[in-house]
């Protein structure tokens, strides 16, 4: 397997020797929601079943028109903002992460900065799909670790998922819509500890998922739930190892939960027990990028997270793209 390191700083040292951690979380959702049918699921065709399985979403949010990409990242983000307690106008930089509504010009980070008074940020966005979240927080970091004398910076990740499948498809019944964001600094109070992070790519699998025109709409390989499985573990058991981690120090696994095949292959694989995964998957469906943050912040806001918790975030991406975060509350 071909692989790209990216490792988090100099070697022999971590985020937590810079004092980085998520000050604050937000998220946000649009306001219809869509309930799926048990009793009348799609029948998909081979590779749906592969992919899909048995649904597992049970309800998942849509945007109208004019509940834009750009409005779920700034609720988002405001909310994050407000939890951390850090007057915009001290952010220094704000990263945008999404792939579902790509735009030309101009790039939607400068634009959440200008709506929520970040007004002195550098702003910009990124994307390396459902893996976004992860790659924004550790590209952050390492802003934070640069000479630039930045201490403080916002990720928000938000995705319009529904509307990059096929209508009247069964992967319609997975793909939900919202945004997620998290307060990123060096110094200060923290919700959480940046204890490690990981960022992957393996070109020589870039056809297992696609998205191209005209439609953009998503359409993946059967081998996917394998390697997806498979890579999120490999990313467990890196962080576990770079840090001289046991699999019972972590608390909770919070992965990138795509469909109902992956979250089983990576309860088999990880050998993590079910009552250690937590995901919205049932009730928010696929969100993409906005997966891992939204859980983070939902759950956070529901005490959920305590003190001293471990917390480990596994993603895999179209691209593709592995990685995950090490969070200590």
Same mark, same amino acid.
């Given at each position: 397997m071909s692989q790209q390191t990216i490792s988090p700083v100099a070697a022999g040292a971590s985020w937590q020797d810079h004092n980085i951690g998520i000050a604050g979380f937000g998220h946000h959702f649009p306001r219809e929601v869509v309930h799926n049918d048990?009793?009348?699921?799609?029948?998909?065709?081979?590779?749906?079943?592969?992919?899909?399985?048995?649904?597992?979403? /049970?309800?998942?949010?849509?945007?109208?028109?004019?509940? %834009?990409?750009?409005?779920? $990242?700034?609720?988002?983000? /405001?909310?994050?903002?407000?939890?951390?307690?850090?007057?915009?106008?001290?952010?220094?930089?704000?990263?945008? %992460?999404?792939?579902?509504?790509?735009?030309?010009r101009p790039e939607l980070a400068p634009l959440v900065a200008t709506e929520i008074g970040a007004h002195g940020a550098m702003a910009f966005d990124l994307a390396a799909g459902c893996s976004g979240?992860?790659?924004?927080?550790?590209?952050?970091?390492?802003?934070?670790?640069?000479?630039?004398?930045? %201490?403080?910076?916002?990720?928000?990740?938000?995705?319009?998922?529904?509307? /990059?499948?096929?209508?009247?498809?069964?992967?319609?019944?997975? $793909?939900?819509?919202?945004?997620?964001?998290?307060?990123?600094? /060096?110094?200060?109070?923290?919700?959480?500890?940046?204890?490690?992070?990981?960022?992957?790519?393996?070109?020589?699998?870039?056809?297992?998922?696609?998205?191209?025109?005209?439609?953009?709409?998503?359409?993946?390989?059967?081998?996917?739930?394998?390697?997806?499985a498979a890579h999120i573990s490999s990313i467990v058991s890196e962080l576990l190892q770079r840090n001289s981690l046991a699999l019972t120090d972590v608390t909770w696994l919070v992965p990138h939960a795509a469909t109902r095949p992956i979250i089983d292959g990576i309860l088999s694989r990880t050998g993590v027990p079910d009552d250690k995964l937590v995901t919205n998957f049932e009730y928010r469906g696929h969100l993409s990028s906005a997966c891992v943050p939204t859980v983070l912040s939902e759950f956070h806001a529901k005490a959920h997270f305590s003190p001293g918790d471990t917390v480990l975030t596994p993603v895999v991406a179209g691209g593709f793209f592995s990685g995950g975060l090490l969070l200590r509350f």
């Open positions: 048990p009793d009348s699921e799609v029948v998909g065709n081979r590779i749906d079943e592969a992919v899909l399985g048995q649904v597992g979403v /049970r309800s998942r949010h849509k945007s109208s028109e004019d509940e %834009t990409l750009l409005s779920l $990242a700034v609720a988002a983000a /405001r909310q994050a903002v407000e939890d951390s307690g850090v007057d915009p106008a001290e952010l220094d930089l704000v990263i945008l %992460t999404n792939w579902t509504e790509h735009v030309f979240f992860v790659l924004g927080i550790q590209t952050a970091a390492a802003y934070l670790c640069a000479p630039t004398h930045h %201490t403080k910076a916002l990720v928000v990740s938000a995705e319009q998922f529904s509307r /990059r499948v096929r209508p009247g498809s069964k992967a319609e019944a997975v $793909a939900g819509d919202g945004s997620g964001a998290a307060v990123i600094t /060096r110094g200060g109070d923290h919700r959480a500890q940046l204890l490690d992070s990981v960022t992957h790519v393996d070109g020589t699998l870039v056809d297992l998922t696609t998205a191209t025109p005209p439609h953009g709409w998503v359409k993946s390989k059967p081998e996917l739930v394998e390697q997806a």
